[in-house]
């Protein structure tokens, strides 16, 4: 309880983190009480409520990557000798983001769980209740042993990443290059192979009603988002090297060695980005295909899978910030002006930008052709 102890009295930055993991733990259980209230409304749910469960992993592991990421951030922001001084070593750090992150997703899932019942129509006394007992399986008793260990997965998985990202070996050398950008290439590469080579197939329907796909086409879609992800850190530095080459001046000096320094920090995030654009990009035209909006579960999926995104890199920007203020402060101390500085950001941005859009719309281009040919 010692990081929920220190959040009380955080800065509204530190408090609207955990609140944004709350929320998408929230709505990540609710979306999972929903496909078991749906199979139990159902006559047949056979493989549809296999097929809905299966989509629900999307925001199940959005969710669970912004829970470590916000649980990382935590214990990684405080300083090592003071931890030492009180008697918490890494086994402690390593402890104290893990519960924090579960105990975030477990008040999140316990939100759900009270939604679910007042949709339903499981609480007497509660006005408008049960608005939603059509779709729900009011009426069913709800399986206690279902409904637990529905909630229990994403507070249990967010602990099991959190505590695998704070227990790490010795940091690289600063400014090393990232060694996954041939993996996350090839991963990339095959994954593309596989939509665009996949047949069409009903095996798999997707959500709204937009049609069906083959395990391959899918399969194939999340090789290829992997490879993004990891390539991300390699990107970066890449950009940053490239940014600096050839008798680079101040401005370019400056930004690039700040995205070589920033590559391992804010890599995997953007590749995070860019593949969820594209995924982005695959449902808008599968929805343009068919003709119709998509559904209301599917539209607040999507807004919980993007939402949660955005702020996995907005954690990641503000932690490569705080990481560099040091070599700020420097910088103005030698008589670096202000606008130097805000033109190395402005450039930053710019090179990533200038990468990540059109690499995007290249894989959302590919990925598309299985759902348009």
């Not at 001084?85 to 008040?107: D, E, K, N, S, Y």
């Amino acid at each position: 309880m010692l990081s929920w102890r220190v959040v009380r009295g955080a800065w509204l930055g530190a408090m609207g983190r955990w609140l944004t993991v709350v929320a998408a733990a929230a709505g990540t259980g609710l979306l999972l009480l929903s496909t078991l209230g749906w199979a139990l409304g159902s006559a047949q749910p056979g493989a549809g409520a296999g097929a809905r469960l299966v989509w629900c992993l999307l925001p199940v592991a959005v969710t669970v990557q912004l829970a470590a990421t916000v649980g990382r951030a935590q214990p990684l922001g405080w300083p090592r000798p003071g931890l030492a001084a009180i008697g918490l070593g890494r086994t402690a750090t390593v402890l104290i983001g893990a519960a924090g992150a579960a105990l975030a997703c477990a008040a999140g899932s316990a939100v759900a769980l009270l939604v679910f019942l007042y949709l339903r129509g499981d609480l007497d006394g509660v006005p408008y209740a049960g608005s939603a007992s059509g779709v729900l399986g009011a009426g069913h008793r709800l399986p206690v042993a279902g409904a637990a260990t529905l909630l229990a997965a994403v507070p249990l998985m967010a602990a099991g990443v959190a505590a695998a990202g704070l227990w790490q070996p010795r940091a690289p050398k600063p400014g090393a290059a990232p060694v996954g950008l041939p993996w996350g290439v090839a991963l990339t590469a095959v994954g593309l192979a596989v939509q665009v080579g996949a047949p069409r197939g009903d095996t798999l329907p997707l959500p709204s009603g937009l049609g069906s796909v083959s395990p391959a086409t899918a399969a194939g879609w999340l090789v290829a988002s992997a490879g993004m992800v990891v390539a991300g850190p390699g990107l970066v530095h890449l950009c940053g090297r490239l940014l600096a080459l050839h008798r680079p001046g101040a401005l370019r000096l400056l930004a690039g060695r700040a995205m070589q320094q920033e590559a391992r920090r804010i890599g995997r995030p953007v590749g995070l980005l860019c593949a969820t654009a594209t995924a982005a990009v695959a449902v808008y035209h599968l929805q343009s295909g068919v003709g119709h909006r998509l559904g209301p579960l599917t539209a607040f999926a999507a807004a919980l899978i993007g939402a949660s995104v955005l702020v996995i890199a907005g954690t990641a920007m503000l932690e490569a910030r705080s990481a560099r203020a040091r070599s700020t402060t420097a910088l103005r101390d030698l008589g670096a002006s202000p606008a130097l500085l805000r033109g190395a950001v402005a450039l930053r941005a710019g090179v990533l930008l200038a990468v990540a859009v059109p690499l995007t719309a290249v894989v959302a281009g590919l990925a598309t052709v299985p759902a348009t040919r």
